[in-house]
């Protein structure tokens, strides 16, 4: 049990420093000249690969978020962890549109909110606090359904401003909804996929105990995997855009591996997932070796935000070196207030990030230390 525990610590750890390359490509020179890394038309192979390795990110947060979900419910009466789960998920919510919010912008008042991954992820939490009242097998039945059907769904519209369509925004289309008072909301991540993919590692949590724990995870994320290179080569189902062979190898491999990421595609779920599992069911190795990652695993939700803000004050701290004058740095009308014209260089990206991964490791150790003495009811739900 303890190297099972040890690699869903190291996997979450490990999607979270590539999470750290892709945001620190944010503020890549340029910004906003290339509005999309995945448009064909206009990135590079470099951009494109930067930005796809990301995409495990979401997926995986999701999944061993239900998969902690299981373990933490285990002992616990159900009542007691489906309030747990509920409150945990609304502080999520919060949090994503108060001081996640500010991380992006450094202006609390900026008009347009963003509904992203740590609010779907909320939505999912208390989701899986109904989920706790039933069988687990409920829950992993509920999820694949999801994950499977909802591109049946892409389809469906509803007309701007209507109830039906704020809801099916935050459920299934990523949309720009008016909030009113000069507010806006953008649906970025719709909660419907991640909710599925919350709920099936809920239900497949107990398979990772065991002695064929490891073979069965290697198999499923094989079986995934294959099942993806299926639907993708022959385009019968699972993404609104279908895979287009190019005039060269590297971009219909780049096309190949494009898939609908807002909201998550079948296709996407199991282009990530696949490989997710099979590395989960491959073991840990030498734990001593990979225990950087493993500390970030084990609070994931604070170098989340952390290194947010670290990205952003780096940004502005090289823009301030550079010699951008003061007046360049226009908070409440460019958003991040970062000047037009700065950018780091997209190769310095990885370096970047692993410079600020490295700078909040301790951090980062002196907060799972200040956690694990549980003399602070609140951070049981940070």
């Not at 609304?90 to 450094?106: A, G, H, R």
């Not at 094989?222 to 062979?245: E, H, K, M």
Request: aromatic content about 14%.
């Amino acid at each position: 049990m303890r190297e099972r525990l040890a690699a869903v610590d190291l996997l979450r750890g490990l999607v979270m420093v590539l999470m750290v390359v892709d945001h620190a490509r944010e503020y890549s020179a340029g910004p906003g000249l290339v509005s999309d890394p995945m448009d064909l038309a206009v990135t590079s192979p470099l951009l494109f690969v930067l930005r796809w390795c990301s995409h495990f990110c979401a997926p995986v947060f999701a999944f061993l978020m239900g998969v902690s979900a299981h373990w933490s419910a285990g002992p616990r009466p159900k009542a007691e962890a489906s309030r747990h789960f509920a409150l945990r998920g609304l502080l999520l919510i919060l949090l994503e549109f108060t001081i996640i919010d500010w991380s992006w912008n450094f202006y609390p008042a900026w008009p347009r909110k963003f509904f992203q991954v740590i609010a779907a992820l909320g939505v999912a939490q208390v989701v899986l606090a109904l989920a706790v009242w039933f069988p687990r097998r409920v829950a992993l039945v509920s999820g694949v359904v999801i994950i499977a059907a909802h591109n049946l769904l892409s389809p469906v519209h509803f007309p701007a401003g209507t109830v039906a369509h704020y809801f099916w925004s935050f459920l299934l289309q990523k949309n720009v909804l008016p909030l009113g008072a000069g507010f806006e909301v953008r649906t970025t991540y719709p909660v419907l996929p991640v909710i599925g993919i919350a709920l099936c590692g809920f239900g497949v949590a107990g398979w990772l105990f065991g002695e064929e724990s490891g073979r069965r995870l290697r198999w499923l994320g094989a079986g995934l995997t294959a099942l993806f290179v299926l639907l993708r080569t022959s385009n019968l189902y699972g993404d609104p855009f279908p895979f287009q062979p190019q005039g060269g190898l590297v971009q219909s491999a780049m096309s190949f591996l494009n898939v609908t990421k807002y909201p998550i595609s079948l296709q996407f779920a199991l282009m990530t997932l696949g490989p997710a599992l099979w590395a989960l069911g491959s073991g840990t190795g030498s734990i001593r070796q990979w225990a950087p990652l493993r500390t970030l695993g084990q609070v994931p939700l604070f170098f989340y935000t952390a290194h947010l803000y670290a990205l952003h004050a780096a940004a502005l701290i090289g823009a301030w070196f550079l010699g951008f004058p003061t007046s360049s740095f226009d908070f409440a009308h460019r958003f991040g207030g970062i000047p037009l014209g700065f950018g780091f260089p997209l190769w310095l990206t990885p370096l970047l990030a692993l410079g600020i991964t490295a700078l909040l490791l301790p951090l980062c150790h002196w907060y799972g230390r200040v956690r694990g003495t549980r003399r602070y009811g609140l951070l049981s739900y940070l």
